[in-house]
């Protein structure tokens, strides 16, 4: 049995470094995409929370707040 190190010829380095940049950015657009998600639903729960409270206190706004 051998356990001798290879070092890859330069074609196929650059074909791994590339698949791993291409990877990084994939997992980055992911990322992007749940914070996206996380974002909505924490603007959802604070504008219920705001409809709940002005529900309770029974404020009248004199303004309105576009979305």
């Known amino acids: 049995m051998s356990n001798d190190f290879k070092i890859p010829d330069a ?3 650059a074909r791994s470094i590339a698949n791993i940049r291409e990877a990084g950015r994939l ?9 996206e998600a996380i974002a909505a639903l924490d603007k959802h729960l604070l504008q219920q929370r705001r409809a709940r409270l002005l529900y309770k206190s029974n404020y009248i706004p004199t303004e309105t707040v576009e979305n």
């Open 11 to 13: 074609e196929t380095r």
């Open 27 to 35: 997992l980055d657009l992911c990322t992007l995409d749940l914070d």
